[in-house]
């Protein structure tokens, strides 16, 4: 059995439940209307309380939309949460929020249960292209939220933002970074539109009712963008995300060190004993399934090395050649070293004595280094 300190000390929880549906969203999510939303939500708990956990040091509440529960459908879930929790030990605790959805009643129910960072899905401050993806909120109410949140005393405040929309321009790019320098915010994600199947975007694709920008648009948006939050001191501490020093989100951070973490609720995944889960979805599978847990896969070798390299890479700092050596019992160089060189050949990796690194370029085209990573099935 596992030693209290050996246990995961991070948790994922999901809300599947939103209030619109988003033109581009692949995630595991529902309209809430007529869902079994206080079901979900006893279910979830009987999940989360099996398995016994004392200390977490990382939550984070994603979905889905966690506001889209009423006030005090959150409260009952954050409650149950949190009551058999040192909360002492709880260092980090995200919930993420919908603009539109964040009242004053639910910025006082997170208050009250430990909540110390919000994440808004904002995308981007532009009312016409909000309209456009499918958002109900408008950049009026980010301002009005960000107000509040700040009133009620959280100061730990992160937005997504998506850039290479439908009809998007440099020019209404630069007007969104404008607008979020503004905002003095100490963390802030940032994704380029990707086109998933089974989304509205790829159906208007497929008919050629999509227009987005080209390939070099893209790459200028990102380039600005990243020039422009560097610039104003935001550090690009991961592939997504750029925060202020001390701001960098512990929780993710957790999983690009290839960290164990418990999974709860319908969909959600996670890492514990090596063995990587899935749970249970739709809902209503969920709801009735005593064992929550659907996929179960213990890793190979080879498997935990490739992921170690796929999230580490992530960031910044990139991966620490020792300290894989030492986890893994196999030497870094003698598995990596020639990829390592290819990559570094074609400026998309680099590194110095410890660490292997991506360059901005490399960060762009994430996958195709990642991909360079897979071993063969020999070892
Ligand atoms: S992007 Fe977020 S709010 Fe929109 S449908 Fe997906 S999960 Fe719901």
């Known amino acids: 059995m596992k030693t ?11 809300i599947p439940f939103c ?19 206080d079901d979900y939500i006893t279910a979830l708990l009987a999940e989360f309380h099996a398995a016994n956990i004392s200390v977490l040091k990382t939550i984070y509440i994603g979905g889905g939309t966690p506001t889209a529960l009423s006030a005090p459908q959150l409260d009952r879930l954050l409650s149950g949460i949190t009551q058999h929790l040192d909360l002492s030990a709880l260092e980090e605790f995200t919930v993420e929020a919908n603009p539109g959805d964040l009242s004053d009643d639910k910025i006082a129910v997170l208050k009250a249960h430990h909540v110390n960072r919000v994440s808004l899905g904002v995308q981007t401050f532009n009312d016409k292209l ?4 499918g958002r109900s909120h408008t950049a009026q ?10 009133q009620a005393g959280f100061e730990n405040i992160t937005i997504d933002l998506i850039y290479a929309l439908p009809t998007q321009t440099l020019a209404d790019v630069k007007k969104d970074v404008a607008t979020l320098l503004t905002l003095d915010l100490p963390h802030v994600a940032l994704y380029s539109l990707i086109l998933e199947n089974h989304t509205i975007f790829m159906n208007k694709m497929r008919r050629g009712k999509l ?6 648009s893209d790459f200028e948006m990102y380039t600005y963008i990243i020039d422009q939050l560097e610039a104003a001191g935001y550090d690009h501490y991961e592939i997504s995300n750029f925060g202020k020093k001390g701001f960098e989100s512990a929780h993710n951070l957790m999983y ?28 209503h599978h969920y709801i ?5 847990q659907v996929i ?3 890793l190979t070798l080879k498997e935990q090395m490739e992921e170690e390299l796929f999230l580490g890479l992530r960031k910044k700092e990139g991966v620490n050649m020792a300290a894989f050596t030492e986890k893994f019992g196999q030497d870094f160089e003698t598995i990596y070293g020639d990829v390592v060189a290819l990559q570094m050949s074609k400026h998309l990796l680099s590194k110095n004595e410890e660490n292997v690194f991506m360059t901005r370029q490399g960060m762009l085209l994430g996958n195709d280094v990642f991909e360079a990573f897979l071993l063969d099935d020999e070892r």
């Open 296 to 298: 179960k896969e213990t």
């Open 256 to 283: 690009w060190d290839n960290a164990e973490y418990y999974g709860f609720g319908a969909g959600a995944s996670g890492y514990v004993d090596g063995i990587r889960y899935k749970n249970h979805v739709p809902i």
């Open 141 to 150: 109410d980010v301002f009005d939220n960000i107000g509040k949140l700040r």
């Open 288 to 292: 009735k399934h005593l064992d929550k």
């Open 4 to 14: 209290v300190s050996q246990r995961p000390t991070s948790a994922y929880i999901h």
């Open 19 to 37: 209030t619109q549906i988003c033109y581009y969203c692949d995630f595991a999510k529902v309209y809430i209307k007529n869902q079994p939303v």
């Open 211 to 216: 227009d987005l920008p080209s390939e070099d």
């Open 130 to 133: 909000l309209k456009k993806i």
